[in-house]
């Protein structure tokens, strides 16, 4: 089993960059793909980004692609957001989620979730 805390959320203008930070528990995070889903108020839960076990492959959604990167340190038990020339409609409450499998973008694929921390992007 894997907890996850998501922290690094908060209140940014258009333009500015945030990292977002997931600390995990326990001895198998190694074995856990990871990936960050965003929601925003009446919308539903949507991918954002996903990593390897390794740190090797990731993936990342259209909207964020070029502008986001995820990474994870193994070592520590984390797993980073970085989000940059962030955007109005990135406003959401991002979560940070574990999964036993590769490269899924869907919600029903990860096993294991974080509270969500917020991410408020004004024009």
């Known amino acids: 089993q894997v907890q996850l805390v998501e922290s690094g959320g908060g209140l940014v203008q258009a333009g500015d960059s945030l990292r977002l930070s997931c600390a995990a528990s326990g001895r198998t995070f190694g074995t856990y793909a990871m990936g960050w889903f965003r929601q925003a108020p009446g919308k539903e839960r949507e991918f954002v980004a996903a990593?390897?076990?390794?740190?090797?492959?990731?993936y990342y959604a259209s909207s964020v692609k070029e502008r986001f990167t995820i990474s994870r340190d193994n070592a520590k038990n984390m797993v980073y957001l970085q989000m940059n020339s962030l955007k109005p409609e990135d406003t959401a409450v991002y979560y940070c989620?574990?999964?036993?499998?590769?490269?899924?973008?869907?919600?029903?694929?990860?096993?294991?979730w974080g509270q969500g921390t917020q991410v408020t992007v004004s024009s």
């Open positions: 989620a574990a999964s036993r499998s590769l490269g899924n973008t869907v919600v029903a694929a990860y096993a294991y």
């Open positions: 990593i390897g076990w390794t740190g090797s492959s990731t």
